[in-house]
């Protein structure tokens, strides 16, 4: 991305979550290596089930976890970034993690 630009990135289905019984879920995002990079971050996940939303959790720079109670069945995951990038004036890297928790 450019040095100072804002953006946003939608990433579409990334996975599909399979539940025994139901669990809250548990959302965790490590920005340890990019937080020095952005003025903001945002991750947006939305669950779906049988193409409804039932679920929505948002994380930021500074909102590092969030959580979805969902009952047993199959749910798809969807993914959207948005950012603020700070200026910089070189080449700099990192990675966003995000870490799906749930009991069991």
């Not at 039932?54 to 979805?68: K, M, N, P, R, Y």
């Amino acid at each position: 991305m450019v040095s100072g630009s804002t953006g946003s990135k939608d990433f579409g289905k990334v996975g599909t979550l399979s539940l025994p019984t139901g669990y809250a879920i548990t959302f965790e995002l490590d920005t340890s290596t990019i937080k020095n990079h952005f003025d903001s971050f945002m991750v947006y996940i939305y669950v779906y089930k049988g193409g409804t939303l039932v679920g929505s959790c948002s994380l930021s720079l500074t909102t590092s976890s969030g959580s979805v109670t969902l009952d047993a069945g199959s749910y798809d995951l969807y993914l959207k970034v948005s950012y603020t990038a700070k200026s910089v004036s070189s080449a700099v890297s990192g990675t966003a993690t995000i870490t799906l928790k749930y009991p069991g």
